[in-house]
T-cell receptor, first 112, second 115 residues
C-alpha cells in the first residue's frame, strides 16, 4: 500500500458544480496535512493546510478523518480557473525525521 | 520578487554527462529540499538540508549529490546521467524544517531531458 494515495482522476465537472477529493494515508503517526495545487508545467503551491477541526477558505473546505486516515477537499461553485492537479501532502514522523510525502495528485477539469 | 529560484529551467543533455542544477531561496528559510517529479507526476523527496546539514537522504543513486554552501543555496549535481533521470526536479524551502505546519515553497522546476 502506498503511503499516500489519491484517485488520479480526471474529474470532469461543469462550472458551478461541487466536487470532492479524498486522500488516504497509511501512517497513523502522521502529524500534519496539506492540499497543494499544481497547474500544468508549474510548481506546486499550497492551497490550504488541513486542521483537525476542519477548515474553510472561501469555496474550499478541507477535512481530516484520523480514524479512517484520510483527508478531503471540497470545492464548491467550481470555476474554470480551478482546473488543476490537487496534491495532498502528509507530514509524518518516520525513521527519526519528519518526511513530507505527496500523493500522486487528482486532476480536475472544470468545463464551461 | 522571486522566492525560490532554480537554474536552468530546461536542461537537455546526453547520457553519461554530468550536470548541475542550482537553487536559491531568499525567504530566510532554514530548510531546503530537492524533489523529483516523474512522467506520472509523482512528486518524491530526494534530499532535505537544514542549515546546511543533510537531514533526509532518500534512496536515490549516489550519482546524485546535493551541496549546500549556505542555507540559502542547495545545488544538485548529477553524474553519469541516465535516461531514467529525465524528470522535473523541484527545489523547495520551508521555515524550521519539516515540522508541524510548515508550508513548502517550491521553485519553478528544472525540466531535465536525457537523450
Amino acid at each position: 500500500r502506498k503511503e499516500v494515495e489519491q484517485d488520479p482522476g480526471p474529474f470532469n465537472v461543469p462550472e458551478g458544480a461541487t466536487v470532492a477529493f479524498n486522500c488516504t494515508y497509511s501512517n497513523s503517526a502522521s502529524q500534519s496535512f496539506f492540499w497543494y495545487r499544481q497547474d500544468c508545467r508549474k510548481e506546486p503551491k499550497l492551497l490550504m493546510s488541513v486542521y483537525s477541526s476542519g477548515n474553510e477558505d472561501g469555496r474550499f473546505t478541507a477535512q481530516l478523518n484520523r480514524a479512517s486516515q484520510y483527508i478531503s477537499l471540497l470545492i464548491r461553485d467550481s470555476k474554470l480557473s480551478d482546473s488543476a492537479t490537487y496534491l495532498c501532502a502528509v507530514n509524518s514522523w518516520a525513521s527519526g525525521t519528519y518526511k513530507y510525502i505527496f500523493g500522486t495528485g487528482t486532476r480536475l477539469k472544470v468545463l464551461a | 520578487d522571486t522566492a525560490v529560484s532554480q537554474t536552468p529551467k530546461y536542461l537537455v543533455t546526453q547520457m553519461g554527462n554530468d550536470k548541475s542544477i542550482k537553487c536559491e531561496q531568499n525567504l530566510g528559510h532554514d530548510t531546503m529540499y530537492w524533489y523529483k517529479q516523474d512522467s506520472k507526476k509523482f512528486l518524491k523527496i530526494m534530499f532535505s538540508y537544514n542549515n546546511k546539514e543533510l537531514i533526509i537522504n532518500e534512496t536515490v543513486p549516489n550519482r546524485f549529490s546535493p551541496k549546500s554552501p549556505d542555507k540559502a543555496h542547495l545545488n544538485l549535481h548529477i553524474n553519469s546521467l541516465e535516461l531514467g533521470d529525465s524528470a522535473v526536479y523541484f527545489c523547495a524551502s520551508s521555515q524550521g524544517g519539516v515540522g508541524t505546519y510548515n508550508e513548502q515553497f517550491f521553485g519553478p522546476g528544472t525540466r531535465l531531458t536525457v537523450l
